[in-house]
């Protein structure tokens, strides 16, 4: 018989859902039971306000006559009530379709606290070998008092890979110079440097891009800022179970258009707000 955490497990990408809502690993893996998987959800509840599971949840809930709100102290007296029903009535698409909304969300990013990429790389691109480089770029950072780095680059650039002979090349200025923001970022993940990362475009090329590097060097905090045309790509990055924090942040002037869909699919308590008008360039022409 079906049960609702059964029933849960059946909406798309329920367990990674949980799992970026901060829900134990081992309690939305697919070897957990349905009832710790419905536990761990009720704990998750209140990270996933307009999220298809919650909404589904309660139309579940309401179809069925349970009168109990979800959290985690609720978990077990809805299981036994769904327990002693002889038929479940199961939602169809229809009641739990995405709610509009473009509510703010509760975190908060501060973007005066990231330093463009581009000013770090004027105070570098003069060293002569790439450990020069990457020193100076470090110091550069230190020195600026941010907190973290604010990278703004077309998708197309996250074609080319940063080797050590390209690298050189570039800083003897006979080579491609977008080598050198490329190897800058790498540097900043090795030194598990926070980032804000514009996506242009699809945004395909350049998550690839920082998975790759995730797997090669690590990342530490990685905010993406989301775009109608990076959207798609952009989540199935952030459901991707990984070992880094890597969260979606919204200005309030894409909040209309996207917040409905993020929250959707993604746990709204996890999702930012991006604070400041930044200049995402380096400024020196402004």
């Given at each position: 018989m079906e049960n609702p955490g059964s029933l849960l497990r059946k909406i798309p990408q329920a367990e990674k859902i949980l799992f970026a809502a901060g829900a134990c690993e081992r309690d939305c893996s697919?070897?957990?039971?349905?009832?710790?998987?419905?536990?761990?959800?009720?704990?998750?509840a209140e990270k996933l306000s307009?999220?298809?599971?919650l909404l589904y949840a309660r139309a579940l809930l309401a179809k069925n006559g349970c009168g109990e709100e979800l959290s985690g102290s609720t978990a077990a007296p809805i299981w036994r009530f769904f327990a002693a029903l002889?038929?479940?009535?199961?939602?169809t698409e229809n009641d739990f379709f995405e709610e509009k909304t473009d509510e703010i969300p509760s975190l908060t990013l501060n973007g005066s606290d990231f330093i463009p990429l581009d000013k770090l790389l004027d105070e570098a691109k003069a060293s002569k070998t790439p450990t020069a480089f990457s020193e100076s770029l470090f110091s550069a950072f230190l020195e600026s008092g941010k907190t973290g780095v604010l990278v703004d680059l077309p998708d197309d650039c996250y074609e080319k890979q940063p080797s050590l002979y390209a690298l050189e090349q570039a800083l003897s200025g006979a080579g491609d110079p977008l080598?050198?923001?490329?190897?800058?970022?790498?540097?900043?993940?090795?030194?598990k440097i926070p980032v804000i990362l514009f996506l242009q475009g699809s945004?395909?090329?350049?998550?690839?891009?920082?998975?790759?590097?995730?797997?090669?060097?690590?990342?530490s905090e990685l905010f993406l800022h989301l775009t109608p045309d990076a959207f798609d790509a952009a989540i199935g990055f952030?459901?991707?179970?990984?070992?880094s924090l890597v969260r979606p942040c919204l200005t309030k002037e894409v909040l209309p258009?996207?917040?409905?869909?993020?929250?959707?699919?993604?746990p709204k308590g996890n999702s930012y707000l991006l604070l400041q008008d930044l200049?995402?360039?380096?400024?020196?022409n402004h």
């Amino acid at each position: 018989m079906e049960n609702p955490g059964s029933l849960l497990r059946k909406i798309p990408q329920a367990e990674k859902i949980l799992f970026a809502a901060g829900a134990c690993e081992r309690d939305c893996s697919a070897k957990a039971s349905d009832y710790e998987f419905f536990c761990a959800f009720c704990k998750a509840a209140e990270k996933l306000s307009h999220n298809r599971l919650l909404l589904y949840a309660r139309a579940l809930l309401a179809k069925n006559g349970c009168g109990e709100e979800l959290s985690g102290s609720t978990a077990a007296p809805i299981w036994r009530f769904f327990a002693a029903l002889d038929v479940i009535a199961e939602p169809t698409e229809n009641d739990f379709f995405e709610e509009k909304t473009d509510e703010i969300p509760s975190l908060t990013l501060n973007g005066s606290d990231f330093i463009p990429l581009d000013k770090l790389l004027d105070e570098a691109k003069a060293s002569k070998t790439p450990t020069a480089f990457s020193e100076s770029l470090f110091s550069a950072f230190l020195e600026s008092g941010k907190t973290g780095v604010l990278v703004d680059l077309p998708d197309d650039c996250y074609e080319k890979q940063p080797s050590l002979y390209a690298l050189e090349q570039a800083l003897s200025g006979a080579g491609d110079p977008l080598v050198l923001r490329l190897q800058a970022i790498r540097v900043f993940a090795e030194k598990k440097i926070p980032v804000i990362l514009f996506l242009q475009g699809s945004g395909e090329k350049t998550l690839a891009f920082f998975a790759r590097l995730e797997s090669l060097v690590g990342l530490s905090e990685l905010f993406l800022h989301l775009t109608p045309d990076a959207f798609d790509a952009a989540i199935g990055f952030l459901l991707t179970p990984r070992k880094s924090l890597v969260r979606p942040c919204l200005t309030k002037e894409v909040l209309p258009a996207l917040a409905s869909r993020l929250y959707y699919r993604y746990p709204k308590g996890n999702s930012y707000l991006l604070l400041q008008d930044l200049c995402r360039k380096s400024c020196k022409n402004h």
